[in-house]
């Protein structure tokens, strides 16, 4: 796989993270994450099959970090209270997603 495409799948998972964390997945369109990612739609589904796929890959994007955050907690959190671990799960989860999403879907997220 060329560092193009690579780049075009990275732009195309990018665009998705924001546009399904401000819409949801019934709401978002493959139109939107073309329109999003600044490319045409056919151009996408040259990348992904579908919906689902890119919703896969959005997943994976934000799922790995904060697993991988959430076990450098857990080893950091042996030492702890019992009290101070419980506040390092939603911790770890919210700084993830914080650096993950734009500024501008923050609120959605709450919501």
């Given at each position: 796989?060329s560092d193009t495409v690579d780049a075009k799948q990275v732009q195309i998972v990018t665009a ?61 959190a042996r030492a702890l209270p019992a009290d101070d671990r419980l506040y390092l799960v939603p ?21």
């Amino acid at each position: 796989m060329s560092d193009t495409v690579d780049a075009k799948q990275v732009q195309i998972v990018t665009a998705g993270i924001s546009v399904f964390a401000r819409y949801g997945y019934r709401r978002t369109s493959m139109d939107l994450i073309a329109r999003t990612a600044g490319m045409s739609r056919p151009a996408v589904y040259q990348h992904f099959k579908n919906k689902q796929e890119v919703f896969r890959s959005v997943a994976r994007r934000v799922a790995d970090p904060v697993t991988a955050a959430a076990r450098e907690a857990g080893e950091q959190a042996r030492a702890l209270p019992a009290d101070d671990r419980l506040y390092l799960v939603p911790a770890v989860e919210l700084d993830v997603l914080a650096e993950s999403v734009g500024a501008e879907s923050h609120a959605e997220l709450f919501r």
